[in-house]
Nanobody, 119 residues
Framework: QVQLTESGGRLVQPGGSLSLSCAAS????????VGWFRQAPGKEREFVAG????????KYADSVKGRFTISRDNARNTVHLQMNSLKSEDTAVYFC????????????WGQGTQVTVSS
């Protein structure tokens, strides 16, 4: 099993920046990819960005392309989400999750970290 723990969420003003971290522990060698998701009040959880664990390949939701950057530090088993030019609509609980293969679903969800974009 892989355990994932998010951190870094806080209140930030519109136009500001924030970096989230997702620390992986346990059977990290079984990871194929790690993704960031978010869920705003009253809305369904949505994919934000993903990165493959052993290959330099990333994917982004259209709503965050050009503003968010996902990266990983394999030596520290950590995935980061750098968020720039934040908007009020980015307000949500952000989760990270892992998947073990290209055909598997994301699982091993973390507890989430709250990001609030407001003046």
């Amino acid at each position: 099993q892989v355990q994932l723990t998010e951190s870094g969420g806080r209140l930030v003003q519109p136009g500001g920046s924030l970096s989230l971290s997702c620390a992986a522990s346990g059977r990290t060698f079984s990871l194929y990819a790690v993704g960031w998701f978010r869920q705003a009040p009253g809305k369904e959880r949505e994919f934000v960005a993903g990165i493959m664990w052993n290959v330099e390949r990333t994917k982004y939701a259209d709503s965050v392309k050009g503003r968010f950057t996902i990266s990983r530090d394999n030596a520290r088993n950590t995935v980061h989400l750098q968020m720039n030019s934040l908007k009020s609509e980015d307000t949500a609980v952000y989760f990270c999750a892992g998947k073990a293969g290209p055909a598997t679903e994301y699982g091993s969800w973390g507890q989430g970290t709250q990001v609030t974009v407001s003046s």
